[in-house]
């Protein structure tokens, strides 16, 4: 008899980006004619760039031949993309990452996801509170959890690592035992960036504990202030102890287009696995259930780690960070307490009048038709407060702001 994996039974109600797009679309069910200004989900408006789209099309008309046309690449990346990502570390971080280190994926979500299913069911998975909800629901899917505990709001199994703004939303090191040390940094959804002294602590706590830490860097273009490390291997020791999980969806447009990477050092180890074992096996879990990410996108990723791709996506980044600085300062204009912004896509904001999460969501909804995120979707820690999204045109953005102002 044919039997579901009961894990995925233990997922508590629907993913949140999908339940928000739902309870927008009901709304305008009851509300027909009025538009509502999405400042919700972290998709990228804007076009793609010159660059990238002329090599997308150059490959494009490449596979249109006969004679040039080209099917399966190496299910780690192309070669030529994975020698640009190894210049691109060294050269904007000062990192040396030899190039088969990096595994080019259909996306940083994708490899999130992905990642734990190469490690011990026993694994205890540390995760911040608030957090990018993939980390939580791909650990409980693949069950390194216990079941949801309602009393508690938590899942058994999960090492729960607060933020809040008496520690900056920087979680520290945990004090119990934990396998996989989930990290995101500039961070979805709070848009904190972690020092290098910070960095370091986890990278201290997972040699000690023989843990391994899950770094997603995707927003990583973002950071402005200086001193900032970009990469989790800018911490001496990291590689012996830290994945990183890359993308190309939020500097050069690729939401729709796909591309992302892993890093995953031959010098990494874990308790049970000597150098190059952890290496080996995300090898074998890629090559097993991965055929690659599209040549089209490569090409495009290509492009956008060549030099004038990084000008324009560097500008592209530019544009929602101003988009960002306007909600910013429009939302503390507004009175309201606001974190991130600056060297984040996202604004972290705390609801006004001790409403929840999703009393706010439903009250920018009805009276300033504009949506967000509500904070109680990335985790127990997110409760009474809404992320604000940059992506969006600068004209919905700057009426979006407006209209908030007005109502509330």
């Known amino acids: 008899m044919a039997r579901v994996n009961e894990d995925f039974?233990?997922?508590?109600s629907g993913y949140l980006f999908p339940e928000?797009?739902?309870?927008?679309?009901?709304?305008?069910?009851?509300?027909?004619?009025?538009?509502?200004?999405?400042?919700?989900?972290g998709n990228t408006t804007e076009a793609i760039t010159p660059v990238i789209a002329k090599a997308m099309h150059?490959?494009?008309?490449?596979?249109?031949?006969?004679?040039?046309?080209?099917?399966?690449?190496?299910?780690?990346?192309?070669?030529a993309l994975r020698n640009a990502l190894s210049e691109h570390y060294k050269r904007e971080y000062g990192v040396n990452l030899s190039p088969l280190a990096f595994f080019v994926s259909d996306g940083a979500k994708s490899d999130a996801a992905n990642i734990q299913s190469i490690f011990s069911r026993d694994s205890i998975p540390a995760i911040q509170d608030p957090a990018y909800p993939v980390y939580v629901d791909s650990n409980v899917a693949g069950g390194h959890t216990g079941k949801y505990d309602s009393s508690k709001d938590a899942y058994n199994g999960i090492v729960y690592m607060p933020s809040d703004a008496s520690n900056g939303f920087i979680a520290e090191p945990p004090k119990e035992h934990a396998d996989l040390i989930y990290l995101c940094f500039p961070n979805n959804p709070t848009g904190a960036v972690a020092t290098k002294e910070q960095l370091k602590s986890f990278?201290?706590?997972?040699?000690?504990?023989?843990?391994?830490?899950?770094?997603?860097?995707a927003y990583s273009d973002y950071i402005e202030t200086k001193g900032i490390p970009h990469s989790i291997y800018e911490i001496e020791g990291a590689e012996d102890v830290a994945i990183e999980i890359g993308s190309f969806s939020k500097n050069a447009g690729f939401t729709g287009v796909r591309l992302g990477w892993t890093i995953v050092p031959e010098s990494l180890h874990s308790d049970n696995a000597p150098e190059g074992t952890i290496h080996r096996l995300w090898n074998r879990r890629q090559c097993t259930f991965f055929n690659g990410a599209s040549n089209i996108s490569q090409a495009g990723g290509l492009a956008a780690l060549s030099e004038d791709g990084r000008k324009e996506c560097i500008s592209l980044v530019g544009y929602y960070k101003e988009n960002a600085k306007i909600i910013l300062e429009g939302m503390k204009a507004a009175g309201l307490e606001c974190y991130g912004g600056v060297?984040?896509?996202?604004?972290?904001?705390?609801?006004?009048?001790?409403?929840?999460?999703w009393d706010f969501f439903d009250f920018l909804l009805d009276k300033a038709h504009v949506a967000v995120t509500p904070g109680s979707g990335f985790g127990k820690a997110g409760e009474g407060f809404v992320r604000i999204s940059a992506y969006g045109h600068r004209e919905d953005v700057e009426r979006a702001v407006a209209s908030i102002r007005e109502n509330l």
């Open 20 to 41: 928000v797009a739902r309870r927008i679309r009901a709304w305008q069910e009851k509300n027909p004619g009025v538009n509502v200004m999405k400042l919700s989900i």
């Open 203 to 217: 990278v201290d706590y997972a040699h000690r504990e023989k843990a391994i830490i899950i770094f997603d860097s």
């Open 9 to 12: 039974l233990n997922l508590q």
């Open 58 to 79: 150059r490959k494009i008309e490449l596979l249109s031949d006969r004679a040039t046309y080209t099917g399966y690449g190496d299910e780690q990346g192309d070669t």
């Open 343 to 357: 060297d984040s896509p996202y604004i972290w904001t705390a609801c006004p009048d001790g409403m929840s999460s």
